[in-house]
């Protein structure tokens, strides 16, 4: 399996029960480690971008109005299998549906306020990293890592 990036965002619900920190656990836990992270504060034209896949969908301007209702930590997860093991870390959209000992099932309130986002494919990293993060802002560990 090959070395990937993805992109990961704590959501609002999450940031405001001051629990960022336990979200942070499970990435390093299942050996993705954080290259980049920022928080930040979604505009609603960022949000409604960010999210622009679901405009048709009924759910999409409650989803714009919870993703700006407060700030936001967005990282880029590094590791093995990266984009599949991060999904699989983070457990159902729908917090009823994932498993016991995923994040959503741990700290989601419900289907939206499910306290995390993870990107879905290769070609959707990519495109999410590069919302968040320029190349420069993407921290090389493993080179600088032998110390660790
Ligand atoms: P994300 O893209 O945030 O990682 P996901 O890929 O599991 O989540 P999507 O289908 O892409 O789920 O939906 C994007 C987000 O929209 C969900 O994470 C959730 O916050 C919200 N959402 C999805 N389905 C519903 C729904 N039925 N009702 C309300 N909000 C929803
Ligand atoms: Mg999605």
């Not at 001051?18 to 928080?39: D, P």
């Not at 299998?81 to 099932?105: F, H, L, W």
């Amino acid at each position: 399996m090959a070395i990937e990036r993805t992109l990961s965002m704590v959501k609002p619900d999450v940031v405001g029960k001051n629990m960022i920190g336990k979200i942070y656990q499970r990435f390093e836990a299942a050996g993705l480690q954080i290259v980049a992270a920022r928080m930040m504060r979604l505009s609603r034209p960022e949000a409604e971008r960010f999210y622009a896949v679901h405009r048709h969908k009924p759910f999409y301007r409650s989803l714009v109005e919870f993703m700006t209702c407060g700030p936001i930590m967005a990282q880029v997860l590094e590791g093995e299998d990266a984009i599949r093991k991060n999904r699989e870390v983070m457990g159902a959209t729908n917090p009823d549906d994932a498993e016991p000992g995923t994040i959503r099932a741990d700290f989601a309130t419900n289907v939206e306020q499910n306290a995390v986002h993870g990107s879905d494919a290769p070609e959707t990293a990519v495109q999410e990293i590069a919302f968040f993060f320029s190349n420069e802002q993407i921290c090389e560990r493993r080179a600088a890592d032998s110390r660790a």
